[in-house]
């Protein structure tokens, strides 16, 4: 019932409005200019949402924004510019103009963000094109505004704890979305010649979400869709992204938020059992106890939302991607790193079983 209550929240209809919406246009059964009712449809519900469901829609739709053709020689500007726009202002009616001009409070990261956008914007005056070194300076600043939005919401003076729990299982969706058509995608290569992949997902979806002129290139210019071996071509699974590399980057910055649902029956454990009176609000009944036992922690049964770990791990694996499969030797030594110092400090059983 709890299910049913939340699937008839607004977000949750508008965005399953939207998923079906974007897969009927992706597919060719709906025009392309059904995609500029989209985009004004979604600007009216950014407006009058709340600030914290407009930004977790804005995660939740990532990879499925869609370019919006509104001429036949500028079709590829993309509905997550616009809604990125309208979020940022949001904040500010939140907040005010006056907490971004206070520089000096600013945290060292911010500071060093803004140094970085101070040298972007002076690498305009050697630019041979300035107009394209001024649009990519403007690109970049659209792009940032959907994350000073949740980072205000998740640490700033709008923060809320319920905000970052609503966060990480919103980014489970859009990982596990594009999860699922990457195995689709991989399943088509095997009842299919490359000529017709190539009209299906070159020419058909790819031009639908990103434009005609992406279309040309990655069909006609190069892409990074295929690894040649010898005679034999095979598919570096990239799903609903343009390319082989972003599609895995995305899948392994998903995965943490995985893990997290997965595996709240091992470390969700409340810092104190609840008080006489209390409702226990806030307590996992699965998670009582902190478990502090390892052989009892590997014993203890997850959630089945393990098996899109595993699922998105494997996808990851097969986009082919080398950068991707070096990174693994990133992780190892961190672990190791990790435990080294954990054995050295006063770090507490719980956490060294983790």
Request: charged share 15%; proline share 4%.
């Given at each position: 019932?709890?299910?049913?209550?939340?699937?008839?929240?607004?977000?949750?209809?508008?965005?399953?409005?939207?998923?079906?919406?974007?897969?009927?246009?992706?597919?060719?059964?709906?025009?392309?200019?059904?995609?500029?009712?989209?985009?004004?449809?979604?600007?009216?519900?950014?407006?009058?949402?709340?600030?914290?469901?407009?930004?977790?829609?804005?995660?939740?739709?990532?990879?499925?924004?869609?370019?919006?053709?509104?001429?036949?020689?500028?079709?590829?500007?993309?509905?997550?510019?616009?809604?990125?726009?309208?979020?940022?202002?949001?904040?500010?009616?939140?907040?005010?103009?006056?907490?971004?001009?206070?520089?000096?409070?600013?945290?060292?990261?911010?500071?060093?963000?803004?140094?970085?956008l101070v040298l972007a914007v002076l690498s305009?005056?050697?630019?041979?094109?300035?107009?394209?070194?001024?649009?990519?300076?403007?690109?970049?600043?659209?792009?940032?505004?959907?994350?000073?939005?949740?980072?205000?919401?998740?640490?700033?003076?709008?923060?809320?704890?319920?905000?970052?729990?609503?966060?990480?299982?919103?980014?489970?969706?859009?990982?596990?979305?594009?999860?699922?058509?990457?195995?689709?995608?991989?399943?088509?290569?095997?009842?299919?010649?490359?000529?017709?992949?190539?009209?299906?997902?070159?020419?058909?979806?790819?031009?639908?979400?990103?434009?005609?002129?992406?279309?040309?290139?990655?069909?006609?210019?190069?892409?990074?869709?295929?690894?040649?071996?010898?005679?034999?071509?095979?598919?570096?699974?990239?799903?609903?992204?343009?390319?082989?590399?972003?599609?895995?980057?995305?899948?392994?910055?998903?995965?943490?938020?995985?893990?997290?649902?997965?595996?709240?029956?091992?470390?969700?454990?409340?810092?104190?059992?609840?008080?006489?009176?209390?409702?226990?609000?806030?307590?996992?009944?699965?998670?009582?106890?902190?478990?502090?036992?390892?052989?009892?922690?590997?014993?203890?049964?997850?959630?089945?939302?393990?098996?899109?770990?595993?699922?998105?791990?494997?996808?990851?694996?097969?986009?082919?991607?080398?950068?991707?499969?070096?990174?693994?030797?990133?992780?190892?030594?961190?672990?190791g790193c990790t435990i080294f110092w954990q054995?050295?400090?006063?770090?507490?059983?719980?956490?060294?079983?983790?």
């Amino acid at each position: 019932m709890k299910d049913l209550r939340n699937l008839k929240k607004p977000i949750n209809i508008v965005y399953l409005v939207q998923l079906v919406l974007f897969g009927l246009v992706i597919t060719g059964v709906l025009p392309r200019e059904v995609s500029i009712l989209m985009v004004v449809g979604l600007a009216i519900y950014f407006l009058f949402a709340s600030i914290e469901d407009a930004a977790i829609f804005f995660v939740m739709s990532i990879p499925l924004f869609i370019a919006i053709p509104i001429t036949a020689d500028f079709d590829n500007f993309n509905t997550w510019r616009i809604l990125s726009v309208i979020l940022f202002f949001k904040l500010l009616h939140v907040t005010g103009l006056k907490y971004f001009l206070k520089i000096n409070e600013y945290s060292r990261y911010a500071k060093l963000l803004l140094a970085l956008l101070v040298l972007a914007v002076l690498s305009v005056i050697p630019a041979v094109d300035k107009a394209s070194a001024i649009t990519r300076i403007i690109y970049f600043v659209n792009l940032s505004l959907p994350g000073i939005v949740v980072y205000c919401l998740f640490g700033g003076p709008t923060s809320k704890h319920e905000f970052g729990e609503r966060l990480i299982k919103s980014i489970t969706v859009p990982t596990i979305i594009v999860t699922v058509v990457g195995f689709i995608q991989l399943a088509s290569t095997y009842f299919i010649d490359i000529y017709q992949f190539m009209r299906i997902w070159g020419e058909g979806i790819q031009m639908r979400q990103f434009g005609v002129l992406w279309s040309e290139i990655a069909v006609k210019l190069g892409n990074t869709w295929f690894a040649y071996y010898g005679e034999q071509l095979s598919l570096r699974v990239f799903s609903l992204f343009p390319d082989s590399h972003s599609f895995p980057q995305f899948v392994l910055l998903g995965l943490p938020a995985l893990f997290a649902i997965s595996l709240l029956r091992i470390t969700n454990y409340p810092l104190r059992p609840p008080r006489i009176g209390e409702t226990g609000q806030g307590f996992s009944e699965a998670s009582e106890l902190r478990i502090t036992n390892l052989m009892t922690m590997i014993r203890t049964r997850v959630s089945m939302n393990i098996v899109w770990v595993a699922l998105a791990l494997l996808i990851a694996i097969l986009s082919g991607t080398r950068g991707i499969w070096a990174a693994s030797v990133g992780v190892v030594i961190i672990a190791g790193c990790t435990i080294f110092w954990q054995k050295k400090t006063s770090a507490d059983i719980y956490h060294k079983n983790i």
